[in-house]
């Protein structure tokens, strides 16, 4: 492409003002908006995956302005009356059309670029782990921009009224929203009762993700080549659309989108439990002794191996020979709704769990011991509040002696329910001969391990308070 041509599109297009317009949104709804990007260890600048993956959670939004831009952007020739003069003119309506899409893409890119730019400075101050494994998720993100604003360029040309792109914004716009709602998702009820959607293959074809939760998930790379595919048709199709001077050349030019479409369908993978996949070399173990950690998080090792090797030597003093021998970063990534289950050997913890989170010092180990106690049952993507919190009270406290706080971030007014609740069956268990403390606290570990029976109950004698 010849750089003066570039120039002067550049100086003329709506290319600019639709990369500022991404450029703008993106950066006010990351720094604004107060949501889950800013929390936790998937905040989009504490790693480098759940950088990607928050940026292209915005294209729900984005993706069907750039369509609307780009329908804006086909209008022009039409606005200015001068089609019929260009027809006339010996430049093949290629090389016309390569320079607008050209110009809008490196704007568009850029634009998209610059807030990962921004996360990706951030990150490399927050973590010890950098990989490239998040590169596929941002650069599918920037064609998917690319590809709608010359997908909407194209229909813009195809259909030169002043109402083709808000139709055209809107129309993508209701697509995110049903591929992420209703029709990209099925819908089914776990083992527990508990309702649950899944995402189907066709939700694929939305260019957005979900929510981050878990800072191991990435998209697997099936997922990465099918959307590519359905992107390249994409851009294939608005690129003929512009070039097209007939109806019958604007209906072949549907050809790639349509194809584009089948194809992808056959590369994404209809089982839901390999879109969103656990990253291996993300999750491998670090270790100091018992205590171990992702590589994701191996910089806070060092903070933890000594409140982990304290916690071990206290529920060992306490438990003897059923005690749980080792501390471990979990990995395991389940899908909405399901039960947990643990294992007594191991006392796996989150560094997103209320009681880890802010913990240090014997703060710490006072929580460690009491994932090790009593892990907690509720479904994955749920939140509760009553039992495990109960039964955790007791238990640490049964393990040092003394009831005190948890650690976390509990309002004052559920902590004192918490006291007011564990206080009476911390001082029963302590009460009785210690066979009979270790008896109950051996059956709290198993409904708690298992899940399956309530742990508070076990610990005040079978009667639930």
Not at 31 to 52: C, D, H, I, K, M
Not at 372 to 401: K, N, Q
Not at 418 to 425: G, I, L, M, N, S
Not at 450 to 464: I, N, P, Q, R, Y
Request: hydrophobic content about 50%.
């Amino acid at each position: 492409m010849n750089v003066r041509v570039l120039r002067t599109e550049l100086k003329r297009s709506v290319a600019p003002w639709a990369g500022a317009v991404v450029l703008t949104s993106t950066l006010a709804f990351l720094y604004l908006v107060n949501g889950g990007w800013w929390s936790g260890t998937t905040a989009w600048t504490a790693q480098w995956t759940p950088l990607a993956l928050w940026t292209r959670g915005l294209l729900f939004y984005l993706w069907p302005l750039a369509m609307g831009l780009g329908a804006l952007q086909g209008l022009r020739d039409h606005r200015s009356k001068m089609s019929e003069l260009l027809t006339s003119t010996p430049r093949p309506a290629r090389h016309r059309a390569g320079a607008t899409a050209g110009a809008t893409a490196i704007t568009l890119t850029a634009a998209f670029a610059l807030p990962v730019l921004v996360g990706a400075v951030q990150v490399l101050a927050n973590t010890e782990y950098t990989h490239l494994g998040w590169l596929p998720i941002s650069l599918v993100g920037a064609l998917s921009l690319v590809a709608g604003a010359v997908l909407g360029m194209g229909a813009g040309r195809a259909l030169p009224s002043v109402l083709t792109p808000p139709a055209l914004a809107m129309a993508a716009f209701v697509f995110t929203a049903l591929m992420h709602m209703s029709l990209g998702r099925t819908e089914s009820v776990t083992a527990s009762g508990l309702t649950i959607t899944e995402p189907k293959p066709v939700s694929l074809l939305s260019p957005a993700v979900q929510e981050v939760r878990d800072v191991l998930v990435t998209l697997s790379a099936s997922v990465h080549a099918g959307q590519t595919i359905w992107l390249l048709g994409m851009a294939a199709t608005g690129f003929a659309l512009l070039v097209a001077a007939t109806p019958r050349a604007r209906l072949v030019a549907l050809t790639p989108v349509l194809a584009g479409a089948v194809l992808a369908l056959l590369v994404l993978p209809s089982d839901p439990r390999r879109i969103y996949v656990v990253d291996e070399a993300a999750a491998a173990p670090v270790c100091d002794g018992p205590v171990c950690v992702t590589r994701t998080h191996q910089a806070r090792l060092a903070g933890l191996a000594g409140p982990g090797k304290e916690a071990l030597r206290l529920l060992r003093d306490a438990l003897g020979g059923r005690a749980p021998v080792s501390v471990r970063e979990n990995t395991a990534v389940l899908p909405d709704g399901s039960t947990p289950r643990w294992s007594r050997e191991t006392v796996a913890f989150d560094f997103d769990d209320d009681i880890i989170a802010g913990a240090k010092g014997e703060e710490l180990t006072r929580a460690l011991i009491a994932k090790g106690m009593v892990p907690g049952c509720t479904p994955a993507g749920w939140s509760s509040f009553g039992g495990d919190e109960f039964a955790r009270a007791v238990a640490v406290g049964w393990v040092l002696g003394d009831l005190g706080p948890l650690p976390g971030t509990l309002p004052a007014d559920m902590r004192r329910q918490v006291d007011a609740e564990a206080r009476p069956v911390w001082k029963e268990l302590t009460a009785l001969p210690r066979d009979e403390q270790i008896s109950r606290i051996t059956a709290m570990r198993t409904a708690a391990h298992s899940c399956e029976g309530e742990a508070f109950d076990v610990l005040s004698g079978g009667a639930s308070r």
